[in-house]
């Protein structure tokens, strides 16, 4: 049972705030990892990919994309074995909006993709990618 009265049909809310930010779903250019970073893990590269391509990078400054090279290199040595990294790393991709509630909680919005009708119909085709099999790997080590 709830409490209160029964909301109105055509309720709207109307409260905005004033800093909000609604991003497209398209990929961005992003950047190259830099090579002098010294990545060696497929895991490290493919989490710069999926960061420097994010929606959230193409409002980056200078100094976010200095912030995700030294979280990559944090990457580098969790997927190396280096578990106690992965609450720093958890930390600093909340600051960008990593999940769902961190995207709420900093009020970004990421606009629905526009699916075609012939997409639809295609089957995905799932693979398994490297991600998951370093992952297994470490976590059975």
Do not use: C
């Not at 980056?60 to 030294?70: F, K, Q, R, V, Y």
């Not at 720093?88 to 629905?112: H, M, N």
Request: proline share 7%.
């Amino acid at each position: 049972m709830t409490r209160g009265p029964k909301p109105k049909s055509n309720a709207i809310r109307r409260n905005v705030h004033p800093h909000a930010q609604e991003l497209t779903p398209d990929a961005q250019p992003g950047r190259e990892l830099p090579r002098g970073l010294g990545i060696t893990t497929s895991g490290a590269r493919r989490f710069w990919k999926t960061w420097a391509t994010s929606p959230q990078s193409a409002r980056w400054a200078e100094t976010d994309w200095a912030e995700l090279e030294i979280t990559t290199k944090l990457v580098d040595g969790l997927y190396q074995g280096d578990l106690k990294l992965a609450g720093e790393i958890r930390q600093r991709v909340a600051k960008w909006g990593a999940t769902t509630e961190d995207r709420a909680r900093l009020r970004i919005s990421i606009e629905p993709e526009h699916q075609d009708q012939d997409a639809d119909q295609a089957p995905a085709e799932m693979t398994p990618t490297d991600l998951d099999e370093e992952l297994y790997r470490l976590l059975n080590s």
